[in-house]
């Protein structure tokens, strides 16, 4: 794809969110000459990493009717991936002079919050956005995009825009596995977007579904005030029962759940059964853009958002229509980074995207991809090791340079980490080389 002769087009352009997306978004959109408003419901920047001990009045979050708390962190989070990766670009992640804050590699959530407000101060941000203002409705009309926000004092308005860029997140609305008997089963469930704090589950028997980055973590966090601590992964073979090694002595990893009953028996594929007290489960989210009425153009089916071509643009709405930050896990913040440099070019017609017709084939060849390696649907946002090749395609959109070999080798390795030795991986590892790599890079660069 050609950058175009004629360049630089404003456009005024909607973004919702004023989470890490939206706040590279707005820059990004802002240095290609658009005039943005950007709307977010919390009174002040960083989405998700503005944490609160308040939950949604459901712990499963099921209730259409429940009041909903944005964030799903856990007080005692550390970020998963070192935070060298994390940063943006032009402004790295990196321990700051003031004795108050976390230096850390792997730092607490207040760090990461603090970095994405500093963020927005450094760059202005703070003046595009409107606080405490939800968006309640966003639909096309006549080539233009209308969307009704609603603010804290009860204010509705309703404003027209060319473009709307969607950076709402996807980590508030619950995904819950299937498991057999649950109707029925007597216990407590949480599910961890309304996890907070373990010392609810004292002296309890708790199971943990799900194993990855929050499973992990949660069920660490849980042993150490509850009675037993049971994990059930899917990823583990059915035959897995494995008392969990070092300095914990109350947690076992078991294969997924087979049957839930009603005298509170949970009971393993591997044969073994407890009594619970209490499951949480770690089972991710969906994605949910109540706000968004398209005509049944875009639909979610099984976690899947049809038709988007390259996780961004619905092709009969773009560019007037885009998300930012859908797939999800890895290099999250550098993503966000060059979709939005994308779809800043994009609009201001530096960039033109494909007709279609070709971007559809493209999502066509995607699905087939998709199909021949036997995976579901909602495998379809996942990037995984392909990760690195869809940022630098995307980089390559816009002219700027492919992801740095330290920041793509980083995540790697620190995935990997977090699998392996999920009780140690923030403290431990072997990657010096890539932390000092990154480091000549900032110095390089005046960063
Ligand atoms: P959010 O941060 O969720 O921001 C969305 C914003 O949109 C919010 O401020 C919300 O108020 C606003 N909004 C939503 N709907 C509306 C509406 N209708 N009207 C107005 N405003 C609206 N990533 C990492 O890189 N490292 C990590 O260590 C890491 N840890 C994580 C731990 C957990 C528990 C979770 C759930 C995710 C983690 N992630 C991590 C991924 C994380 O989601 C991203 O890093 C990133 O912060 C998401 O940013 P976002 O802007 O897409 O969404």
New binding site residues.
């Given amino acids: 794809m050609a950058p175009a002769q004629n360049p630089i087009s404003s456009k005024h352009v909607a973004v919702?969110?004023?989470?890490?997306?939206?706040l590279v978004a707005a820059r990004e959109l802002r240095r290609e000459g658009q005039s943005v408003v950007v709307?977010?419901?919390?009174k002040q920047v960083?989405?998700?990493?503005?944490y609160s001990p308040k939950t949604d009045s459901d712990p499963l979050s099921l209730d259409p009717t429940r009041s909903i708390v944005?964030t799903?962190?856990?007080e005692s989070?550390r970020?998963?991936?070192p935070r060298e990766c994390?940063g943006f670009t032009d402004y790295p992640f990196v321990p700051s002079d003031d004795v108050s804050r976390d230096p850390r590699r792997y730092p607490s959530h207040k760090e990461?919050l603090a970095y994405l407000q500093d963020f927005a101060k450094e760059f202005k941000i703070e003046k595009m956005v409107r606080f405490e203002?939800?968006?309640?409705r966003v639909e096309p009309v006549n080539g233009k995009w209308s969307v009704r926000?609603k603010n804290s004092g009860g204010f509705s308005e309703e404003e027209i825009f060319d473009a709307v860029v969607v950076?709402?997140?996807?980590?508030?609305e619950p995904n819950l596995a299937h498991i057999p008997g649950i109707e029925s089963w007597p216990g407590k469930q949480i599910h961890?977007h309304n996890y907070r704090v373990p010392d609810p589950f004292k002296d309890e028997v708790v199971v943990v579904i799900g194993n990855f980055?929050?499973g992990a973590d949660i069920s660490r966090d849980i042993c150490k005030v509850a009675n037993e601590v049971h994990i059930a992964s899917r990823a583990s073979g059915p035959d897995t029962y494995e008392k969990l090694p070092r300095h914990i002595n109350n947690l076992w990893m078991h294969s997924q759940i087979d049957i839930v009953r009603e005298d509170g028996s949970i009971v393993f594929q591997n044969g073994k059964m407890v009594y619970a007290d209490t499951i949480v489960h770690c089972t991710g989210?969906k994605y949910y853009f109540?706000?968004l009425e398209t005509n049944g153009y875009i639909n979610i089916d099984d976690n899947c958002i049809d038709p988007l071509y390259k996780h961004i643009f619905p092709p009969a709405l773009a560019p007037g229509l885009s998300f930012?930050?859908l797939p999800?896990m890895g290099?999250?913040?550098y993503m966000?980074e060059v979709q939005s440099k994308w779809v800043a070019a994009v609009l201001s017609e530096r960039v033109t995207l494909p007709s279609i017709d070709n971007m559809m084939e493209d999502l066509r060849l995607s699905y087939e991809n998709l199909e021949a390696l036997n995976f579901p649907k909602r495998y379809m946002h996942r990037l995984g090791r392909i990760q690195c090749e869809y940022l630098n395609w995307i980089t390559e959109q816009c002219g700027f340079p492919h992801v740095e070999h330290w920041r793509d080798q980083e995540v790697v390795q620190g995935y990997k980490r977090l699998m392996f030795q999920p009780e140690t991986f923030r403290e431990e590892w072997d990657d010096d080389d890539l932390m000092k790599e990154a480091y000549e890079d900032f110095a390089r660069k005046n960063l």
């Fill in positions: 919702i969110g004023a989470g890490a997306a939206g709307f977010d419901r919390e960083g989405g998700l990493w503005i944005h799903s962190l856990y989070l970020t998963n991936i994390m990461v203002t939800e968006v309640v926000s950076c709402s997140g996807h980590y508030t961890s980055a929050s989210y109540p706000f930012i930050g999800a290099l999250q913040f966000f």
